[in-house]
Nanobody
C-alpha cells in the first residue's frame, strides 16, 4: 500500500506564492508518475502538473505554465509544487497522486493512489 501525504496549503493574497509537498511512503517509485490535481467547489478535478519519478520529465497544464513548477527529491521521496503569481482562480483543494500509466498522466482515473488533499485559498 502506498500513502501520499500533502502539506503546505494555506491562505495567500493574489500574487503570492506557496509550496506544496507530497511525501510518499514507498521508497521505490522508479516507474511512477507523480501528479498534482486540484478541485474547486462545484467543479471537476483537474490536472495541474506531473513529473516522471525516473527521469524527471515534467508536464503542466496550460493554465499554470510559467507560474507553477513541479519537482522531486528522490532522497526524501517527496514531490513539490511551487506555485508563484497565484490568482483567486487557483483556489481549490490540491491533491497529490501516483500512477504507472505515463501516457495517461492528465487523467484522474489513471491514478491509483491519492493523498487526502490540502486547501489553497487565494484572496483578491
Amino acid at each position: 500500500q502506498v500513502q501520499l501525504v500533502e502539506s503546505g496549503g494555506g491562505l495567500v493574497q493574489a500574487g503570492g506564492s506557496l509550496r506544496l509537498s507530497c511525501a510518499a511512503s514507498r521508497r521505490t517509485f522508479g516507474s511512477y508518475v507523480m501528479g498534482w490535481f486540484r478541485q474547486a467547489p462545484g467543479k471537476e478535478r483537474e490536472f495541474v502538473a506531473a513529473i516522471s519519478w525516473s527521469d524527471g520529465s515534467t508536464y503542466s497544464a496550460d493554465s499554470v505554465k510559467g507560474r507553477f513548477t513541479i519537482s522531486r527529491d528522490n532522497g526524501k521521496n517527496t514531490v513539490y509544487l511551487q506555485m508563484n503569481s497565484l490568482k483567486p482562480e487557483d483556489t481549490a483543494v490540491y491533491y497529490c497522486a501516483a500512477t504507472q500509466r505515463l501516457s495517461s498522466y492528465p487523467l484522474p482515473w489513471a491514478y491509483d493512489y491519492w493523498g487526502q488533499g490540502t486547501q489553497v485559498t487565494v484572496s483578491s
